[in-house]
């Protein structure tokens, strides 16, 4: 059973990775499963919301969405808007995506900031089948995010305990993820240009739009860069 | 409740539409059996550090520097994050002992 093996071992490759996430999703899932309870939604809601949209920021604010005026354009606009950053994800996957078969679809489907982070910069060793790495990498990311919401959403008001703070696990992990690919490459003009440019934007335009405009320049910028850039890549 | 159950479906719906599409967009415009271009090829060998940071600045957008803790316990839990990682560099280290210090910050000092 060569390919049983393959895939187990593919699994217990991935497993280590998604700890962190484990923390951060089961707690951000169980903080969204209550927020959809005393919101007054039945804890079906955010169990099918969570495994359908698998976007834990849009979640949040589709709970305003349904709390609204019906405007499906506006609901569809606005989940492009706080979403485009997935198009930044795919066109760095493009290459990591191929040849990994019908798993593919899946592996789009749940490219969530998470499972994009691990899959881009995940040493997988080459014994490890790499479509199979980042399929358990998405799939047990998904399952932690819909327990979470499920237990938030079927039992909400009984979970107490002081977990202020917890959340900050998602940005650790971020940073972390970040640090790693920063000491993995040998030159930081990239990195550089997506915190100063995202920095700026951010002070410029505030928290809730400055993520297109933040996009746009970075794109302008590694374009305007591209023969610079490349030759000091090729020099390394 | 002011929306019917049909009205709520469909603005789920949009939200999945939205998402979806957001994900699979390159995936169709540059598909596999096709050469990619040249400039989305050197895009996608830069843009994952590009993305990484803009998702670290991402995560401080609702920390306001001019009121409430000013972003401190904030700067403190990343630069212990920061040290932790460069003298250890055992990624669980690093965002266990960042969080804990936040927690620790955020429950008891500020």
Not at chain 1, 47 to 67: Q, W
Not at chain 1, 152 to 170: D, P, R, Y
Not at chain 1, 207 to 224: K, R, T
Not at chain 2, 35 to 46: A, C, E, F
């Amino acid at each position: 059973m060569a390919s049983k093996n393959k895939i187990v071992k593919a699994f217990h490759t991935a497993l280590p990775y998604t700890i962190p996430i484990f923390a951060g999703f089961v707690f951000l899932g169980i903080a969204y499963g209550i927020y959809m309870n005393t919101s007054g939604f039945s804890a079906v809601y955010p169990i099918v919301m969570s495994a359908t949209i698998f976007a834990g920021s849009m979640e949040f604010v589709a709970v305003n969405l349904l709390l609204g005026a019906f405007d499906p354009i506006r609901a569809f606009a606005l989940t492009l808007m706080v979403n485009a950053r997935h198009l930044f994800y795919g066109i760095s996957m493009l290459d990591k995506y191929k040849g990994t078969g019908r798993k593919k679809h899946y592996l789009i489907f749940g490219m969530c900031d998470e499972s994009f982070s691990i899959n881009c910069t995940a040493d997988i060793p080459a014994d490890v089948d790499k479509g199979w790495f980042m399929f358990f990498v998405t799939l047990l990311n998904h399952s932690y995010w819909v327990c979470g919401a499920a237990i938030g959403g079927l039992l909400g008001s009984l979970v107490q305990f002081n977990t202020k703070g917890l959340e900050f696990v998602m940005t650790a992990l971020f940073v972390v993820i970040f640090l790693e690919q920063w000491m993995k490459e040998k030159r930081h003009y990239s990195a550089l240009l997506g915190l100063g440019i995202s920095s700026l934007c951010l002070i410029f335009f505030g928290g809730e739009s400055f993520i297109i405009p933040a996009m746009l320049i970075i794109l302008v910028c590694l374009m305007a860069m591209k023969k610079p850039l490349e030759k000091a890549e090729a020099c390394v | 409740m002011t929306m019917t159950l049909i009205q709520q479906l469909i603005t789920i719906g949009m939200v999945i539409l939205g998402t979806v599409a957001t994900r699979f967009l390159p995936f169709l415009v540059f598909p596999a059996d096709k050469p990619t271009p040249k400039y989305i090829r050197y895009l996608g060998k830069m843009l994952p550090s590009a993305a990484l940071g803009l998702l670290v600045i991402y995560c401080f957008k609702d920390v306001s520097i001019l009121d409430g803790t000013h972003g401190i316990p904030e700067l403190i839990s990343v630069a212990a994050i920061v040290a932790l990682h460069i003298w250890k560099r055992q990624m669980l280290v690093s965002i266990a002992g960042g969080t804990i210090i936040y927690m620790l910050l955020v429950q008891f000092i500020f």
